[in-house]
Each structure stands twice: as structure tokens, then as C-alpha cells.
């Protein structure tokens, strides 16, 4: 049995990605603007069927054991993955990945999406201290953090798609915190 379970919020459902998903996750995730601010272990240009491969070969043999990635669903819209965001047990140091396809980009789509993953690598995951990353200068990915409750402590040299890009910050988030900012 996949263990991931399947999140609901008010305009999304989170579901764990699955081979039926190329299609889609290719069509939104094979764009510069996305793939730009990811790990430059991320190859650009995007090899032709390497979602396909991704998926198959990386994502599905580890989903549920020690990663767990969701692709991102509207309720209007729900065949239709537009996003995707993954967790993983060993920090890198950072636990978390997103990316949202660019039509979807400014509506706070990313931020609910994030409160019920976080829930769950607190409550049902067994983590107590969550680490995430970002480039300095990704100003939406920054303010996920921000708007989450997490905690800046540090800058880290990291290369990234995008040459220009050559730092990230890093981030905390302890369970304890988490509960204080979710009851403030
Ligand atoms: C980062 C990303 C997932 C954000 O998704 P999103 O659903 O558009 O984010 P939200 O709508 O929840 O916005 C979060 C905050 O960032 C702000 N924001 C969004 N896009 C912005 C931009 N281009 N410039 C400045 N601020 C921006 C929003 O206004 C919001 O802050 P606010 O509530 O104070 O207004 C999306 O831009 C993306 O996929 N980018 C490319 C991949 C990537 O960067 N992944 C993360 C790697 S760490």
C-alpha cells in the first residue's frame, strides 16, 4: 500500500503523484521561469522524457519510505497536476521541495499547500525540526517561509539552474514552533 496520504484544503487536493501525472507535471514542469531557482543538480536544458524517468526511477521507489511528494490538484481542476511538493527524511540539509506551474503563480495556491504538508511531517511523519532552503532573491519562496512561521538562521553558497543564483537561505521550523504559530 502507498503510504501518502491525500490532503484537502479549501481550493486543493494533494495527492501523491503517480505515473498518470506525466502528462501534466511534464506540460507545467519543463519551464525555465520553474526550473531556474531549483538545485543545479536539476539538468537544463530538461531531457526529453525525464519526468517520465524522474518519476519512475526516483520519486516512485522512494514515495512513502523516506520521501513523500504530492502533486498539486485544483478542486475545479482535479486530473490536472499543476504543482508538486515533496519531503524527505534526510536533510540536504533542507527537508522540503516545491514548484508551481506558472499559470497558477500569485494566488496563495503554495502557502495553503503547504500547512497540511507540514501537519503531517509533524503529526504523522515523526519529525521534530524541518529545514528548508531556498535561493536568496526567490522573493515567493521566501515569503512561504515567512507566512509559516519559520525561522532564518543562515546563508549557504548552493548552485542552483540559474548561474546568477548562487546563495540560499536557510531555514528552520521546530515542531514547537509550528503549534505556537498555528494557535497565535
Ligand atoms: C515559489 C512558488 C512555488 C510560489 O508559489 P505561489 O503559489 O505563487 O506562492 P503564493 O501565491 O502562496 O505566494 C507567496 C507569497 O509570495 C509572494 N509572491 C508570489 N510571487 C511573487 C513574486 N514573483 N515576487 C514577489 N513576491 C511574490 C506573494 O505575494 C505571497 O506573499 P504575500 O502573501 O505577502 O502577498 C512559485 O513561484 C514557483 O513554483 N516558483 C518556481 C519554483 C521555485 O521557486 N520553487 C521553490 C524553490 S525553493
Not at 3 to 17: A, S
Not at 96 to 109: C, H, N, S
Amino acid at each position: 500500500m502507498l503510504k501518502i496520504p491525500t490532503l484537502n484544503t479549501e481550493r486543493l487536493v494533494l495527492k501523491g503523484v503517480t505515473m498518470e501525472d506525466v502528462p501534466s507535471y511534464s506540460g507545467y514542469f519543463v519551464d525555465y521561469d520553474v526550473i531556474r531557482f531549483l538545485s543545479a543538480e536539476v539538468p537544463w536544458p530538461y531531457p526529453e522524457n525525464g519526468v517520465r524517468d524522474y518519476i519512475e526511477h526516483v520519486l516512485l521507489p522512494q514515495q512513502g519510505k523516506d520521501r513523500w511528494a504530492w502533486g498539486i490538484f485544483l478542486k475545479e481542476q482535479p486530473d490536472q497536476l499543476i504543482g508538486c511538493i515533496d519531503l524527505w527524511r534526510e536533510g540536504k540539509p533542507e527537508h522540503r521541495g516545491f514548484w508551481l506551474a506558472k499559470p497558477f503563480w500569485g494566488r496563495g495556491i503554495m502557502t495553503e499547500a503547504n500547512f497540511p504538508v507540514i501537519d503531517v511531517a509533524f503529526n504523522e511523519l515523526g519529525f521534530e525540526r524541518l529545514v528548508f532552503a531556498n535561493a536568496l532573491g526567490n522573493i515567493a519562496s521566501r515569503r512561504i517561509k515567512e507566512k509559516t512561521g519559520c525561522e532564518l538562521i543562515g546563508l549557504k553558497a548552493t548552485a542552483f539552474v540559474d548561474p546568477l543564483l548562487k546563495e540560499s537561505e536557510i531555514w528552520e521550523l521546530s515542531k514547537e514552533n509550528w503549534l505556537r504559530f498555528k494557535n497565535r
